[in-house]
Each structure stands twice: as C-alpha cells, then as structure tokens.
C-alpha cells in the first residue's frame, strides 16, 4: 500500500511564496513520474509539474519560471518551491505518483493553496 501526504498549504499574499511537501510511505520503489497537480473550485485537474525517475522536469507553462519542483528520494519526499504567487493559483494542490509496468497511480489528499490580499 502507497500513501502520500503532502503538507506546506496556507493563505499567502499575492508575489508571496510556499513550499508544499509530499512525504512517500508504503510500498516504494522508484516510481516512474512524481507530480502536483492542482485543482480550483469548478476547474478540472491539470498538472501543474512533474519529475521523473531520471529527474526530466516538466513545468505548465502557467508556473513556469515561479515554481520549482524538486525531490529527496533519500526521504521519499517531493517539494514545490511556489514563488511569486497569483491569486489565480489558488487551488487545491495534489501530488501524485506514477508506475508504468504495471500501470499504478497514487495521489495525495491534497493540501489547499489560498492566494489572497
């Protein structure tokens, strides 16, 4: 059994900064993709970065240049290092690992972001 729980959410200015973490536990073994994901009220789910096993960095354009993903695989933890936040990243910020053989994903409860003056 995988569990992930990611911490770090909070209320937070505008060009303000968060860290959201994602601790790993459970049955791990070099999963293929970890990412966050992000979801606002009414909106879908969108990816919002990943990092893979070989630490390839994919970035939504939307975060590109503010946020900074990154990972302690000594500490089976992910972090996203979120700078200069907009109010319209306020959402509720997922993270989630990925196996390809065979197929298997996990997600987070998610932790709320509030981009707020």
């Known amino acids: 059994q995988v569990r992930l729980e990611e911490s770090g959410g909070g209320l937070v200015q505008p060009g303000g900064s968060l860290r959201l973490s994602c601790v790993a536990s459970g049955s791990i073994f070099s999963p293929n993709v970890m990412g966050w994901y992000r979801q606002a009220p009414g909106k879908e789910r969108e990816l919002v970065a990943s990092i893979t096993t070989g630490s390839f960095i994919q970035y939504a354009d939307f975060v590109k240049g503010r946020f900074i993903i990154s990972k302690d695989n000594a500490k089976n933890t992910m972090y996203l290092q979120m700078n200069s936040l907009k109010p319209e990243d306020t959402a509720v910020y997922y993270c989630?690992?990925?196996?390809?053989?065979?197929?298997?994903?996990?997600w987070g409860q998610g932790t709320q972001v509030t981009v707020s003056s």
């Open positions: 989630k690992i990925e196996y390809y053989s065979p197929i298997r994903n996990y």
